[in-house]
């Protein structure tokens, strides 16, 4: 029995979007859904019961940081990351390719694998897909990932298209290390830049080694949005329609709603909770930067048309004073709001697919939101 599955159960007739559940050993997850991001073992100042709270289904975690910092032996000894961090949902953890080439001052890629400089002791590291295979069974998440290169955007054709031979071949190398195949699912990485030749030659290499889903690569680096757009528009049709999409590293409202529109299943992003920690909000009606001065004697809720505990209990001139204060709870605040707003948006996109009615609901946010506004 595979550990990871996955249950089609509509498709738009509006659009690619579909609704769906992943089915894993700590739980079943409907998407399209948003995985907040625990880096280190830890969704940023918030608990476990705060994250079930808001119907956080499921989260990720980082096997680069974790094997740098406490060590994934630790996390081993303590009987996995759903012991250590105390969550009982799922756990996905991303294979660390991406922390290596965006983290680490000096990189040395061959086929084996990454040399690199551990970016907190400068001491020399290495990393190749069968040590991210290693450390992603010690850490025990239900969802792992093929180690992968993610190049640089823009990159050269011809860089592509090595980077991406090296990556399949990487996956297979995942593959052949792939241990706790009963409890633990492995998802292929597609890279190929903006080249739909190297996207299809890519999904190629990769569906002809069945996993049980596949992440979208490669993408959210710096690439304008429509961009992402289009290679999405040709990416997601590649891929099989009753495994999972997952779209990495995406985050921001309206890119969740169009990559869902696109057939994308899964999104995780650092930006919810980064953003909170620098004041500034997600809200129906755009970005709220809640320390500003003009903030300092409002008395409303972050959000008016948001049902959340912090809306409903803490008014934006509390926040903006605990904010500048740098107090931590001025943080938890923020990061509790802008990830409830993030999880309640996808809720909306899955009745809206629910009811074929994305597009409609996409013109409705955009107009709300203000995308729509020159
Ligand atoms: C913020 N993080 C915790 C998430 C990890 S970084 C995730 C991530 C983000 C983006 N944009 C692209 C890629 C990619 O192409 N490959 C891999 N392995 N991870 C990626």
Not at 214 to 220: E, V
Not at 270 to 275: D, E
Not at 323 to 346: A, C, P, Q, V, W
Request: proline letters at 5%; charged letters at 25%; hydrophobic letters at 35%.
């Amino acid at each position: 029995m595979a550990a990871v599955t996955y249950e089609l159960k509509k498709t738009c007739k509006q659009s690619g979007a579909r609704l769906g559940t992943i089915h894993t050993p700590h739980g079943s997850i409907d998407t399209p859904m948003f995985m907040p991001v625990g880096t280190l073992a830890t969704v940023k100042t918030l608990s476990p019961e705060e994250l079930e709270d808001m119907n956080a289904q499921i989260i990720l975690s980082n096997t680069y940081h974790l094997w740098l910092r406490p060590g994934e032996d630790i996390v081993q000894e303590a009987g996995g990351l759903h012991s250590f961090m105390n969550w009982d949902r799922p756990i996905l953890t991303d294979s660390g390719g991406f922390q290596v080439f965006s983290l680490s001052d000096f990189r040395n890629i061959k086929e084996e694998g990454v040399h690199f400089r551990n970016h907190i002791s400068g001491e020399k590291l290495f990393l190749s897909p069968e040590k991210a295979m290693q450390i992603q069974n010690a850490l025990g998440p239900d969802i792992m990932m093929a180690l992968d290169e993610c190049p640089p955007y823009p990159a050269e054709e011809s860089y592509m298209k090595a980077s991406v031979e090296r990556t399949s071949r990487w996956a297979e190398r995942c593959l052949e290390a792939h241990q706790n195949k009963e409890t633990q699912g492995l998802f292929g990485i597609i890279q190929g830049g903006e080249y739909e030749h190297l996207r299809k030659q890519s999904a190629d290499d990769l569906i002809s080694l069945d996993f049980p889903g596949y992440a979208i690569g490669g993408l959210s680096v710096g690439e304008p949005k429509d961009v992402m757009n289009r290679v999405l528009e040709f990416t997601t049709p590649l891929l099989p329609s009753h495994k999972p999409r997952y779209l990495m590293g995406v985050g921001s409202a309206d890119s969740l709603i169009d990559g869902a529109i696109r057939g994308v299943d899964m999104f995780d992003c650092v930006l919810p909770t980064r953003i909170a920690r620098n004041g500034a909000c997600m809200t129906n009606h755009g970005r709220l930067v809640v320390r500003n001065a003009a903030y300092a004697r409002d008395f409303s809720p972050i959000d008016r048309d948001c049902n959340c505990h912090v809306c409903r209990n803490y008014s934006r001139a509390y926040i903006r004073h605990l904010i500048k204060s740098n107090e931590t709870f001025g943080f938890r605040l923020t990061s509790y709001h802008n990830l409830y707003f993030l999880l309640d948006l996808m809720k909306k996109v899955r009745e809206a697919i629910m009811e074929d009615r994305l597009l409609d609901f996409r013109e409705e946010f955009f107009e709300q939101y203000g995308f729509n506004r020159p």
